[in-house]
């Protein structure tokens, strides 16, 4: 079954294009060392909760919008093969500046246990 690699991000809403180019970039970079699918999604209708939420989590300003994004991979030897190279990669080591702060990034690799259809 595949495996997923999950990221939460707040991005400078001024910086929305600087993102967009910086994903394309390096989202290219990971399907070259064999994830299947890579999604970046701008936040559209994500609510401030009473307790917790996409803004809380990130510490989110008022002039920054919530980037969920998740990276698919075939599984997770492949996934775990691929990000050491992509770390490695002269091309990300030399990226110069991320258009966010990845100090607030939250990410994680998780296994499914669900997968419709199929999977």
Known sequence: MSYIDGFLIAVPVARR?????HAGTFDAIILEYGAVRVMECWADDVPHGKLTDFHRAVQARDDEAVVFSWIEWPDKATRDAGMAKFMNDPRVT??????????????????????????
């Open 94 to 119: 030399a990226g110069g500046d991320m258009p966010f702060d990845g100090k607030r990034m939250i990410f994680g690799g998780f296994a499914p246990v669900v997968s419709l259809p199929g999977g």
């Open 17 to 21: 294009d600087a993102f967009i180019q």
